[in-house]
């Protein structure tokens, strides 16, 4: 949709370095790894603790960003990711 929407408009694609390309690939690759294992963890387990784990995705972004572009994260956003990790440790837990 994007790539008709700029050629309509008569609009270059952005030049992304091979460095860049990289990093992008890598921050995606929880997603695309975390799809096939929720299918794979689906047939395995309860729908529900593994839902909840995989909503733990959000956090694993948040600390890659941070680890890879030095995005600043509030102490709020600290507070969340150790809210998230703790809430997903508690379900292996019980």
């Known amino acids: 949709m994007i790539l008709a929407r700029q050629a309509i408009n008569g ?17 995606c690759s929880p997603t ?3 799809t096939g294992g929720f299918v794979l963890a689906s047939k395995m387990g309860s729908i529900g603790i593994i839902t909840a784990i995989g909503a733990s995705g959000i956090a694993f972004s948040a600390l890659l960003s941070w680890a890879l572009y030095q995005e600043k994260l ?4 600290w507070i969340a ?3 998230i990790t703790v809430g997903v440790v508690a379900l292996k837990l019980c």
């Open 11 to 27: 609009q270059k694609l952005a030049k992304i370095k091979p460095k860049e390309l990289g990093r992008i690939a890598l921050v």
């Open 81 to 83: 990711i150790c809210i």
């Open 32 to 34: 695309l790894i975390g």
């Open 74 to 77: 509030k102490p709020i956003h």
